[in-house]
Antibody, heavy 116, light 112 residues
Framework: QLVESGGGLVQPGGSLRLSCEAS????????MRWVRQAPGKGLEGVANIKTDGSETYYVDSMKGRFTISRDNAKNSLYLQINSLRADDTAVYYC???????????WGQGTLVIVSS | DVVMTQSPLSLPVTLGQPASMSCRTS???????????LSWFQQRPGQSPRRLIYKVSNRDSGVPDRFSGSGSGTDFTLKISRVEAEDVGVYYCMQATHWPWTFGQGTKVEIK
């Protein structure tokens, strides 16, 4: 239901835009979020976004360099990452973020490697 | 931020035997709306996370009934009644009561 893309090898200081395409007709009714996982490490939230994109919430450590956005007409979620650092190397997952709901979907993840 | 402390970090289990893991939080997860937003996720090797339990004790669709969640306030438990080989992986608790939503560090379940 959720398919991420846009990851790859990028040099430190570079930028990347990750995408997450949803199938089905309910995407616009879902809060969404990005979660990342560094190699061999645990899960870390990045940001959440409301159904219509009018509200966004960032983990403090992600403020400034990360921008979450969505285009409901395209059933798509995005994550813009600027000034990439080595510690941004991770698999980035998109997932639904409907608190307390039986709806919970995760994508397969997209790998971002920041290295020179 | 709410700190989620899972224990043990490693849990060797025998097939067919029960297993239990704990998640303790630095603040109560009881929300003013009456809900407690504590979830459990399973991540099998090489796979994306999959939610098993939401709001402490509600099993997600398709999750075997050998998985059960319990707890309240700051103390939560995930139990597997009889461990099967497919249960190997890392289990994470996550709270969504307070922003930012936070995960525990994970409990790795392996077969003895």
């Amino acid at each position: 239901q959720l398919v991420e893309s846009g990851g790859g090898l990028v040099q430190p200081g570079g930028s990347l835009r990750l995408s997450c395409e949803a199938s089905g007709s309910s995407f616009s009714s879902y809060w969404m979020r990005w979660v990342r996982q560094a190699p061999g490490k645990g899960l870390e939230g990045v940001a959440n976004i409301k159904t219509d994109g009018s509200e966004t919430y960032y983990v403090d450590s992600m403020k400034g360099r990360f921008t979450i956005s969505r285009d409901n007409a395209k059933n798509s979620l995005y994550l813009q990452i600027n000034s990439l650092r080595a510690d941004d190397t991770a698999v980035y997952y998109c997932t639904t973020a409907i608190r307390g709901s039986p709806i919970n979907f995760w994508g397969q993840g997209t790998l971002v490697i920041v290295s020179s | 931020d709410v700190v989620m402390t899972q224990s043990p970090l490693s849990l060797p289990v025998t097939l067919g035997q029960p297993a239990s893991m704990s998640c303790r939080t630095s603040q109560s997860l009881a929300h003013s709306d009456g809900n407690t937003y504590l979830s459990w996720f399973q991540q099998r090797p090489g796979q994306s996370p999959r939610r098993l339990i939401y709001k402490v004790s509600n099993r997600d669709s398709g999750v075997p009934d050998r998985f059960s969640g319990s707890g309240s306030g700051t103390d939560f438990t995930l139990k597997i009644s009889r461990v099967e080989a497919e249960d190997v992986g890392v289990y994470y608790c996550m709270q969504a009561t307070h922003w930012p939503w936070t995960f525990g560090q994970g409990t790795k379940v392996e077969i003895k």
